[in-house]
């Protein structure tokens, strides 16, 4: 293990879960920090650099939603969570208050790193946002609003560009529905069907293969993620 490895805030009250991750993130290389309460977290990010947390929302002291809330308050952290509630509604709540990406437990370890991987990536490009984004043959220039796709230039209505805009902003992290629409339309209030709508309008432009999307990706009831 390298000095400058990635270090990994691992929140679970279950030892031997805590065990099983660290004997999973060690063989790839990351540095492994461990708390079995929200408040030995809390502690932990005070006194520690980590680079990513993974959080078990069934802690002893504290919810597990409201510790994301405390975190957001100053730390901008990638947050991953690992829970046994799978249902829908839970993802999107962990998502709303501010986790970047949800992993439903039990869960496969090459599943894991590639949600880790993806949240410390969107890290780097939040500490040096670049004007300009870049993933295959999609180009989005967000000073100039331009995009284009394989070099040609693809117009986009003021909407669609908002929508795009999000995802490219929060590259790689799970958008919510509530979300988009906050940022989009300012109102959470409408409905997610007029989303779905201009998210396939962005497909038909964006995508090679519309049916089979490889950069918008839907997040089955939750909301949609940039790769």
Known sequence: MTSDAAAILVVDDEPPIRRLLRTTLGAQDYRVIEAATARDALAMLRHHQVDLMLLDLGLPDIDGLDLIGQVRRDNPVPIVVLSSRGEEPAKVAALDAGADDYVTKPFGAEELMARIRTALRHRLQQQGTRPVFESGDLRVDLVHHHVA???????????????????????????????????????????????????????????????????????????????
């Open 149 to 227: 796709v394989g070099g040609r230039e693809v117009k986009l209505s003021p909407k669609e560009y908002d929508i795009l805009e999000q995802l490219v902003i929060h590259a790689g992290k799970v958008l919510t529905h509530r979300h988009l629409l906050r940022e989009a339309w300012r109102d959470e209030s409408v409905d997610p069907q007029y989303l779905r709508v201009y998210i396939r309008q962005l497909r038909q432009k964006v995508e090679a293969e519309p049916a089979c999307p490889r950069h918008l990706i839907t997040e089955a009831g939750v909301g949609y993620r940039l790769v």
